[in-house]
């Protein structure tokens, strides 16, 4: 809602975050590979994850019908989000984990994996009556977490048996003598180390924390949901206080850069088609005849390891998204370094010029239809300039609420409404020509009166307090 401000909008999309999961992230890195290219070259390294949450107690998660319709169209494979994601925590889940793992108090947690345990069991004490010593049997079909809990719980239960990882979901089960047993527990090399185990159960979370300590900018195109999601999922749960979120997030990313929030700006600046989705903007700038015929203006080329993206466009899968975000952002930066300067600009432009023509943008993160055109991550948020509000005064209409004043206007502009009292009502544009225009229309309608509001005049507070 258009009435909503930042601290409101952060309450309602908690909610949200809370109730879903990450099942897709995409990662994208950008450098210059001078001894292959030209100096402007930049060379892209785009990666695209699957996620499942560790399996750690019964996570439950909500899925929306249309989101799942959406992203079948796009060929999401479900099959390797559910069998292959990769594991993640934050800090409260891997506290949890912790505690339990080092009081050796770990269980399995679902039925399935209880399955999994009982007949790895019985086919190791079945095989084990008959082995001779340093004889092997190889376990198969393990995913994730499984490998390490099989491994546990054998040799808890077996004292005559060694286990080993053998990569791709296999463990290698050895009967070995007490002595041997022994020896083999002092080895530096044991893949069944509690720190080793918390750092596979810790997943994808290992790779969000070297992504903090590297302290680069994160860029994302209208990235508030995906900062919300990745402070959750990654960091710690979302707490209650919108400021506290955004002291938590600057100092995980000091420096944010919003696609969104750039774009919005060039298109005032720059005639170009005003345009709104990723690939959109990504089509419109790589067209460009700003860009295209301009010796300097940066040339992006995927690696050979990522040539899938480079021979077949992937919209809204996240490694495929994260490269058109980086992409956009360095073609932006120029068109904007090309406007900051009467002089032509340099043959080899430096990302850190880059940045320093785009400080006006810095941490400024889009704010989708609110109260505030951004959310300043290292400051006040900015208050938004709205065309005034009108005020509805309703006669000989009974029984009148938000949605019939919503579809009286609508063809003139969807006004977002909010009931002010029981026959008055507020309507907010973000178009100063439709408040006009709304003035002008009903300006001698037998039921409807519409003026600007005035909060002095209408505001059922004061009005009572003057009374």
Known sequence: SLFDSPGERYVKTRQSVQCFTVIQLGKS??????????????????????????????????????????????????????????????????????KHLLGGSWTARS????????????????????????????????????????????RQALQNVWTELLGDKKVMVKKVSPQNRRLLEKSPHDCCQ??????????FTNLFQAIVEAKKPLVGHNMLMDLM????????????????FKRNVHKLFPVLIDTKTVTK???????????SGLMEVYDVLCSSSLNSKDPTCPVIVLASDCSRYAEKKSPHEAGYDAFLCGSVLLKS??????????DAVETDPSFSQYLTVLAEYLNKVNFIRGGVPSINFSGEDVPCQHPPLLVVHVKSWPGVNERHIYQEFKALCPFDVRRLSTNQ?????????????????????????????????????????LR
């Open 229 to 244: 999601h990745l402070h959750d999922k990654f960091y710690k749960p979302l707490p209650e206080s919108y400021e506290e």
């Open 265 to 275: 700006s060039i298109w005032k600046k720059c005639a170009l088609p005003r345009v």
């Open 194 to 203: 509690k720190e080793l185990i918390l750092l596979s159960a810790r997943g």
């Open 29 to 98: 890195c950008a450098g210059r590979e001078n001894e292959l290219h030209s100096s402007h070259w930049y060379v892209v390294h785009s990666y695209n994850f699957f996620l499942f949450p560790s399996t750690l107690g019964d996570v439950e998660f909500t899925l929306s019908t249309s989101s799942i319709q959406f992203l079948s169209h796009y060929g999401f494979d479900y099959n390797k989000f559910l069998k292959d994601g990769i594991p993640y925590m934050n800090e409260v889940q891997e506290e949890v984990f912790s």
């Open 111 to 154: 039925v399935l994996e209880r399955d999994v345990l009982k007949k790895a069991i019985d086919e190791v004490t079945d095989w084990i009556v008959g082995a001779e010593e340093e004889e092997t049997m190889i376990l198969q079909d393990l995913s994730g977490y499984q490998m390490f809990e099989v491994q546990l719980v054998l």
């Open 425 to 465: 009502f507020i309507l907010i544009s973000n178009k100063f020509k439709q408040v006009r225009l709304v003035l002008r229309n009903y300006k001698h309608h037998p039921n409807l009166r519409v003026s600007v509001y005035r909060h002095w005049r209408h505001s059922p507070a004061v009005n009572c307090l």
């Open 333 to 342: 930066a120029h068109l904007l370094l090309g406007r900051s300067t009467d």
